[in-house]
C-alpha cells in the first residue's frame, strides 16, 4: 500500500505557473504508474497527466498538451506536475493517484477506476 501527499497548489493569475508535487510512502512507488487527475465544482474528476512507472512515457489529456508536463523521481517518491500558462478553466482540485500494476502492464491508463491510491487533493485556482 502506499500513501500520497499533494501539495503546491494556490492560487495564480491566467498565464501563470505553479508545481504541484506528490510524495510518496513506501518501497513500491517505482513500480506504480502515476497520475494527476482534477475535479472542479460539480464537475466529474477527469484525468490531467499520468507518467510510467520507469518515467519512459508520459501521457496528457488534450486539454492541458503542451501546458503542463508530468515527472517523477523515484529515488525521491516523488511525482510533479508543471502546469504552465494556467487558464481560469485549469481551476479545481488536483488529485495525485498511483497505479500498482504499472509494470504489468503495457499502456499508461486514464480512467479514475485503474488507480487505487489517492492523495487528499490540493486546491488550484487561476484568476483572469
Known amino acids: 500500500q502506499v500513501q500520497l501527499v499533494e501539495s503546491g497548489g494556490g492560487l495564480a493569475q491566467a498565464g501563470g505557473s505553479l508545481r504541484l508535487s506528490c510524495a510518496a510512502s513506501g518501497r513500491t512507488f517505482s513500480s506504480y504508474n502515476m497520475g494527476w487527475f482534477r475535479q472542479a465544482p460539480g464537475k466529474e474528476r477527469e484525468f490531467v497527466a499520468a507518467i510510467r512507472w520507469s518515467g519512459s512515457t508520459k501521457y496528457y489529456a488534450d486539454s492541458v498538451k503542451g501546458r503542463f508536463t508530468i515527472s517523477r523521481d523515484n529515488t525521491k517518491n516523488t511525482v510533479w506536475l508543471q502546469m504552465n500558462s494556467l487558464k481560469p478553466e485549469d481551476t479545481a482540485v488536483y488529485y495525485c493517484?498511483?497505479?500498482?500494476?504499472?509494470?504489468?502492464?503495457?499502456?499508461?491508463?486514464?480512467?479514475?477506476?485503474?488507480?487505487?491510491?489517492w492523495g487528499q487533493g490540493t486546491q488550484v485556482t487561476v484568476s483572469s
Open positions: 493517484a498511483a497505479d500498482p500494476r504499472g509494470r504489468f502492464i503495457a499502456t499508461i491508463r486514464s480512467r479514475t477506476d485503474d488507480y487505487d491510491y
